[in-house]
């Protein structure tokens, strides 16, 4: 299993530009999340979906999208780049009730950094 | 998301050495977690509590859920340079984290 594969790894974005962050699980888990890591700031929720075709805000989502068309794939969508979103995006999964495994644990990616010039 | 406040912001160990940290919420929850984050990576769990007074250990790592389930802590004994990274304190409130600032542990030259 490779987990959480998440790409790319690094981008630099003009502002007014568009992108799709990339988000794949192999663990055929239900709950998938999407979060921003700011110096300092911990984790902040962006988005997330507890199945195939819900998804949900989190804290802070604004001027971001996603979808979620499949099980495996939750893609984030940041439609006009601007300095603030400046950051490491993280994505996750989590197995989702009435599994054997807790809901809690949650399994991140590798990462993406994105600088917005 | 839930106001989570984690202490210290940053500490620098010594091999050997026997750190904590801590972190308190301004409301009662039912989960407490612990992450940790090495550079360049994603946060990967530690420790889950699920009950009020609850300790548990993960070789030589040590959480706590506090009495009041307002609080929790994490001790690392016996400190080894990969202990080095950033530690995340988190409540789960349903499927959803909030996670504190965290706790950047660096060794001291």
């Known amino acids: 299993n490779a987990g959480v594969t998440q790409t790319p790894k ?39 979906s507890v199945g195939a075709g819900i998804t949900d805000k989190g804290e802070v989502p604004n001027g971001y999208n996603v979808s979620r068309s499949t099980t495996e794939d939750f893609p984030l969508r940041l439609e006009l780049a601007a300095p603030s979103q400046t950051s490491v995006y993280f994505c996750a999964s989590s197995p989702g009730r009435g599994r054997a495994a807790s809901t809690d644990t949650q399994y991140f990616g590798p990462g993406t950094r994105l600088t917005v010039l | 998301g839930q106001q989570l406040n984690q202490s210290p912001q940053s500490m620098f160990i010594q091999e050997g050495e026997d750190v904590s940290m801590n972190c308190t919420s301004s409301s009662i929850f039912n989960t407490w977690l612990w992450y940790k984050q090495d550079p360049g990576e994603g946060p990967v769990l530690l420790i889950a509590l699920y009950k009020a007074g609850e300790l548990t250990s993960n070789g030589r790592l040590t959480a706590q859920f506090g009495i009041t389930r307002k609080d929790s802590f994490l001790n690392i004994s016996a400190s080894i ?26 060794v001291r030259a």
Request: with cysteine; hydrophobic share 35%.
């Open chain 2, 81 to 106: 340079p990969s202990d080095v990274g950033i530690y995340f304190c988190a409540l789960s409130n349903d499927y959803k984290l909030s996670f504190g600032a965290g706790t950047t542990v660096t």
């Open chain 1, 10 to 48: 690094f981008r630099i974005l003009k502002i007014g530009q568009s992108m799709t962050l990339q988000c794949t699980q192999d663990m055929n888990h239900n709950y998938m999340y999407w979060y921003r890591q700011d110096p300092g700031m911990g984790l902040k929720l962006i988005y997330y």
